[in-house]
């Protein structure tokens, strides 16, 4: 069965720092999503991805944070100068259409040092 | 921001126990959604319920959507140590791309 995938599954960096979360979404899915698990805490919603442009952001998604399809696969997620509060599970989720199932990564887990 | 509150926070049973878990809200949901989540992976749609008074069943599992689509339930019967897992109850925000979810419940089944 076709998965998310995203790449690395840690990621450790120090506070100032860029990172750069990737995500290759399922082949014939449009809708693209990024949303965070903060340890012991509930999943977040960041931001949503359709039409190479950003349909809906969270309060979470401030300046620090972007999101770009560079090369027709890849979907990355990027945290321009990360803060030790953003070190958290970062899911790429992905569907077909506006209510179809949403598909889910298994994480990019980052800790922000 | 519409909030999901699920209970119980955590919930251990022995195999074959039968369990229910919630998932409420002060707000109305178009839909609702049941994921479950092992530790190191992202969530994993279990089903999408509605329809108020909507029932649905996937094997031991029997998920009910609540008349005025404010809650949730997910009954389990007969849990197996495969069910262990977090459960996460998920319903979409005003826009319609964003789900809101719930803090989840941690549930342990053992032999």
């Known amino acids: 069965e076709p998965e998310v995938t995203q790449t690395p599954s840690h990621q450790v960096t120090q506070m100032g720092q860029e990172v750069i979360l990737r995500c290759v979404p399922i082949?014939?899915?449009?809708?693209f999503y990024w949303y965070r698990q903060i340890l012991g805490q509930k999943v977040e919603f960041l931001v949503s991805?359709?039409?190479?442009?950003?349909?809906?952001k969270s309060e979470i998604f401030d300046d620090q944070f972007s999101v770009e399809r560079p090369d027709g696969s890849n979907f990355t997620l990027k945290i321009r100068s990360t803060k030790l509060e953003d070190s958290a599970m970062y899911f790429c989720?992905?569907?077909?259409?506006?209510?179809?199932?949403?598909?889910f990564g298994n994480g990019t887990r980052l800790t922000v040092t | 921001t519409q909030l999901l509150e699920q209970s119980p926070q955590f919930l251990s049973i022995q195999e074959g126990e039968n369990l229910t878990v919630y998932c409420n809200s002060s707000?109305?949901?178009?839909?609702l959604q049941w994921y479950r989540q092992e530790p190191g992976e992202g969530p994993v749609l279990l089903v999408t319920v509605v329809t108020g008074g909507e029932v649905k069943k996937l094997k031991r599992l029997t998920f009910q959507f609540g008349d005025a689509r404010k809650d949730s339930s997910l009954h389990i019967t007969a849990a197996q140590p495969g069910d262990t897992g977090l459960y996460l109850c998920?319903?979409?925000?005003?826009?319609?791309?964003?789900?809101?979810f719930g803090k989840g419940t941690s549930l342990l089944v053992t032999p």
């Open positions: 082949s014939n899915h449009l809708y």
């Open positions: 998920a319903g979409e925000g005003d826009s319609g791309y964003a789900l809101n």
């Open positions: 707000s109305v949901f178009s839909s």
């Open positions: 991805f359709y039409n190479n442009e950003i349909s809906e």
């Open positions: 989720a992905t569907n077909r259409g506006y209510n179809s199932p949403l598909h």
